[in-house]
């Protein structure tokens, strides 16, 4: 038996035993409460009956206390609920304000009184709030959290970067890559040492890196942003119920990667109609000037259908609404069946940075062989007042660039009984947005679109099965073309074609072409042509079975992820390289560089089992305990070939 059917075998195998014909959930996105019910003297009480209510959509999880009075109640979620415990010769116990969390595991000692049933006694649990179950650092963030804090952008990096231990990439990300500037270091870690997962299931499908003149195909270890790395792609802020960091010490239900934790749940809808409408406007009139634009004034401004250049200007627009499903004298869905709608539009022109880069001086511009000139002539004139210089001028840049976001999401949860629930929730989020250096301007486009069902059910008192399936598609697109631009107030239009220029014949009009000058002391300047595509698709199954045993709270699951990446870049690259004056003045390239590529298409296997125990040796004692296994195998292409 080879070693692949063998990981196989065994998969298949851990999969039947944890999944005893029951419907099921991941537990990461979800809270678990469990307790003990006892009277007054300490007695365990058995068959009580529990209620789990959630204030807002009434919806209710439903158990009962085992033989020596302990229950379950899995795969909650995230919100504000009560919980009323009942049995027969004692008075009704109603728990109100109990907040649970995505990941929680609240763990109750409930006391009944003995009395009529029809006597309640009410108990505030809004103070309970710290972990005694185990000892992750983590940070939850809400919903009202997020109502009551103001967002620059709407998007939530900004409340992640306020955890303690996590810092943000640098703004003055590589140009042209999709989500380059939503990257997140959590403890030293890179920023690819991080997961990601939405509703319980694998966000972290983001595309390859199409920029420059090697292209990766990527392996499922970044998040699935917009092309302006912000994370509308995951959840819109106001379709975001919560979400939590897990910076270190996570159990073993958690892994994949060395670096932060993020589980985000998205919202649901109530037994009422509600909904909002937003509209974010930012503008520069209203904004303090910036101290470099206040004193250098660059004659130089890119142009896309206008003259002149662009200040920053953000619109961001949309809306919520959820409700109950009801279809008059046919069906009436308040408490079992809602839908959740959502819908973020994004518009933003952005400026950059001043950046002072290096540009062909006009001098050598003359002196050059005229079969040479075309290609220095692609490069932007100097916009500097000073004396020009023999081989390289010094040029400043500062441009403000379009991007677009539009993320819309539906979710539909349902309640078959109080001990078995489901939900469906569909995402999709177009983006796109343009970089500029010197005169190559990059533009990309993404698509990303996920599909995610969630199932949780109750199969006794002391015995829960949670189930997660999710699918997600990511396109992306990336085009560099020659641009025409102002230079001095000279208009130089239409530019020549670079791989002309560089000897491609036209039969290859779809390659990619570079020309870069290093004048060793002075600068560099480099300009390029390109087009490329990446996609990746990806399927993730979770699934974790729950037992409480007495004093232990043990969870087992699987995580299987199955990813399939394409990249596809230009299949012809040519590269010419000049790195001194006398290169430029002979027409003598100190490096030239043809290469031939073929697109590529690995596929990931992902494989990982747990176990995880929560023992509460005393009312101040809980030890957490836990192994995890996990199985990466190399990738391999398409059929089983090492390539494609």
Not at 130 to 147: E, G, L, M, P, Q
Not at 488 to 504: M, Q, S
Not at 521 to 542: C, H, K, M, P, Y
Request: charged share 15%; net charge negative.
């Amino acid at each position: 038996m080879t070693k692949r059917t063998c990981a196989l075998t065994i998969k298949w195998i851990l999969c039947i035993a944890i999944m005893p014909g029951a419907q099921v959930f991941a537990q990461v996105n979800t809270a678990n409460v469990v307790g003990i019910v006892e009277d007054s003297t300490e007695a365990r009480i058995p068959d009580a009956t529990l209620k789990l209510i959630n204030t807002l959509t009434g919806t209710e999880n439903g158990s009962t206390t085992s033989h020596n009075g302990v229950f379950l109640l899995p795969g909650v979620l995230p919100g504000s609920y009560m919980l009323e415990i009942e049995r027969e010769g004692f008075a009704t116990a109603q728990v109100t304000g109990l907040i649970l969390n995505m990941g929680d595991t609240k763990n109750l000692l409930i006391h009944l009184r003995i009395g009529s049933v029809t006597e309640t006694v009410q108990i505030d649990a809004s103070g309970v709030t710290i972990n005694t179950v185990d000892a992750s650092v983590s940070t939850v963030i809400d919903r009202k959290f997020v109502a009551n804090i103001p967002l620059n952008g709407r998007s939530f990096q900004d409340l992640i970067s306020m955890t303690s231990g996590v810092l943000t990439d640098s703004p003055q990300a590589i140009a042209g890559q999709l989500g380059a500037n939503g990257g997140l270091s959590v403890n030293g870690q890179r920023t690819n040492a991080n997961y990601f997962m939405v509703d319980g299931v694998s966000a972290n499908f983001g595309t390859a890196s199409l920029t420059g003149s090697r292209k990766i195909p990527a392996d499922g270890s970044l998040p699935g942003l917009t092309a302006l790395g912000t994370t509308q792609s995951l959840a819109s802020v106001d379709a975001l119920e919560e979400f939590r960091i897990l910076g270190s010490n996570y159990s073993a239900e958690y892994g994949g990667t060395l670096g932060g934790q993020f589980t985000l749940a998205t919202r649901s809808g109530t037994n009422a109609i509600h909904g909002d409408l937003y509209d974010s406007r930012r503008y520069n009139p209203p904004d303090s000037i910036d101290w470099f634009e206040g004193r250098i004034q660059p004659s130089y401004y890119y142009s896309s259908g206008y003259t002149s250049f662009i200040p920053y200007h953000q619109n961001d627009f949309g809306g919520t609404l959820g409700f109950p499903i009801i279809l008059p004298s046919v069906y009436d869905g308040r408490e079992r069946t809602s839908l959740f709608l959502s819908f973020e539009q994004m518009h933003v022109h952005e400026p950059t940075a001043f950046l002072t880069q290096y540009v062909p001086s006009r001098q050598i511009r003359k002196d050059a062989p005229s079969e040479l000139q075309a290609v220095l002539d692609e490069f932007p004139l100097s916009n500097s007042n000073g004396q020009s210089e023999p081989l390289m001028d010094p040029y400043i840049a500062y441009f403000s660039m379009p991007g677009n976001v539009r993320a819309t999401s539906i979710r539909l949860d349902h309640a078959f009984s109080p001990k078995l629930q489901a939900f469906l929730r569909y995402s999709g989020s177009p983006s796109d947005s343009q970089a500029l250096n010197l005169s190559s301007l990059t533009s990309t486009h993404g698509y990303i679109q996920t599909m995610t069902f969630g199932a949780a059910a109750r199969l006794s008192a002391t015995r829960s099965n949670d189930f997660r399936l999710g699918y997600a598609s990511n396109a992306s697109q990336l085009g560099t073309s020659l641009s025409a631009y102002y230079a001095a107030d000279i208009y130089v239009a239409p530019l020549t074609n670079l791989l002309t220029d560089l000897g491609v014949p036209d039969s290859h009009a779809s390659a990619r072409g570079q020309a870069y000058i290093h004048i060793p002391g002075i600068g560099e300047s480099t300009i390029d042509v390109d087009q490329a595509t990446s996609s990746l698709r990806q399927w993730n199954f979770r699934d974790t079975f729950s037992l409480q045993a007495g004093r232990h709270f043990l969870r087992l699951g699987i995580d299987d992820r199955h990813i399939v990446s394409n990249v596809t870049p230009a299949p012809l690259s040519v590269e010419a390289d000049f790195f001194d004056q006398d290169s430029l003045l002979n027409n003598l390239a100190s490096d030239i560089s043809i290469t031939r590529t073929q697109p590529a298409t690995p596929i990931f296997n992902e494989f990982s089992a747990f176990l995880q125990d929560e023992w509460k040796v005393s009312k101040s004692l809980t030890l957490s305990s836990g192994l995890r296994w996990e199985v990466d195998p190399a990738p391999h292409g398409k059929n089983g070939a090492v390539r494609n």
